[in-house]
């Protein structure tokens, strides 16, 4: 492959399809220096040989034995990037960016946070599941809730490792499906911002939006992270900024 500045070339390794849409794939040969939590770029040449690069967050933590990144994705039939990574196989050629940045880390929650909350639609889980998956920093709230919205039963990606986690935290992880176009047993049917507004997330994860000792981090769909900081801000939480500690962050997906 030809050499792009600030790019590194990597391998397909496995990829999974979780439905007609959204896949993960496993990539090895890139070195990246990453807090989990963190997102990188991937990126293709085009037809006139131009690199392609989008964002995409890392859904495994760091491991100091090997070299694997896995990504979770949803294609977009008329972007520019994804489809084609919904194409590649196992052994095909992509580029990975030499850095990774980005806030929905360990380092950001507040020392004296209870409860945690990890607000995600779609494909915005990913760096939720890097950052519980860190067994080097794990978060030490009283209660972590990881909510994960979603329009259909097959979006709901990962469910081995997000039991794994549950058992591997004895009780202080609880999570939450929320299906908006499907009944599915288990799952609260509806949007997050709602279920927060009626109280019913709440009460069904025994947990409460607290502005002394609250800290959510959301991650997805732009407009949810809009609507659900405006529900937030109305219950008394404030924006976390590093010189002005509050209780919301986020990165929006587009
Ligand atoms: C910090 C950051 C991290 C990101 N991490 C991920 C990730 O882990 N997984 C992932 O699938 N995407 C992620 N994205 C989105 C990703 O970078 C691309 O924008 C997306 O794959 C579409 O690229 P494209 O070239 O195919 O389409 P484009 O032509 O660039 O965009 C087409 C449209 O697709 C929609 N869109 C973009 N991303 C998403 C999404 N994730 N879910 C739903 N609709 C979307 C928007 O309406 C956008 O305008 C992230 C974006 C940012 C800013
Ligand atoms: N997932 C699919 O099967 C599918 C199929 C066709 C096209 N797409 C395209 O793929 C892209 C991503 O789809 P996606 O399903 O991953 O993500 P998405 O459209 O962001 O939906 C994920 C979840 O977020 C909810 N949501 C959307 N806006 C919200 C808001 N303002 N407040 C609270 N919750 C909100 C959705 O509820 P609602 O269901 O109520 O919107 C859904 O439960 C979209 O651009 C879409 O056009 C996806």
């Not at 034995?65 to 979770?72: A, I, R």
């Not at 880390?105 to 409860?115: A, G, L, N, Q, S």
């Not at 909350?117 to 009283?142: K, N, V, Y």
Request: hydrophobic content about 40%; some cysteine; aromatic content about 8%.
């Amino acid at each position: 492959m030809t050499d792009f500045s600030g790019f590194q070339s990597a391998i397909v390794q496995d990829r999974t399809e979780w439905n007609d849409r959204v896949f993960s794939l496993r990539v090895t040969g890139a070195q990246l220096n990453f807090k989990a939590g963190q997102f990188t770029k991937l990126a293709l040449p085009d037809s006139d040989g131009k690199l392609v690069a989008r964002a995409y967050s890392l859904v495994n933590a760091p491991l100091t034995t090997s070299d694997v990144l896995e990504f979770l994705i949803i294609t977009d039939p008329d972007g520019q990037l994804s489809p084609q990574l919904h194409q590649l196989q196992k052994g095909d050629s992509l580029y990975v960016a030499q850095s990774a940045h980005g806030d929905l880390v360990f380092d950001t929650i507040p020392k004296h946070t209870k409860t945690l909350w990890l607000l995600s639609t779609g494909t915005g889980i990913g760096p939720f599941l890097s950052l519980l998956d860190d067994i080097s920093f794990r978060p030490a709230c009283e209660k972590v809730v990881l909510v994960h919205g979603v329009r259909k039963e097959t979006d709901l990606v990962y469910r081995y490792l997000i039991n794994q986690l549950v058992d591997q935290y004895q009780g202080r992880l609880v999570y939450q499906p929320i299906v908006s176009r499907e009944n599915v047993s288990g799952a609260l049917n509806g949007r997050v911002t709602d279920l927060i507004e009626q109280q019913h997330l709440m009460q069904h994860c025994r947990a409460d939006f607290a502005p002394d000792d609250s800290f959510v981090m959301m991650c997805g769909n732009p407009q949810m992270i809009k609507d659900t900081t405006k529900i937030l801000l109305g219950l008394g939480l404030t924006k976390h900024r590093s010189a002005e500690p509050g209780n919301i962050v986020f990165e929006r997906y587009w």
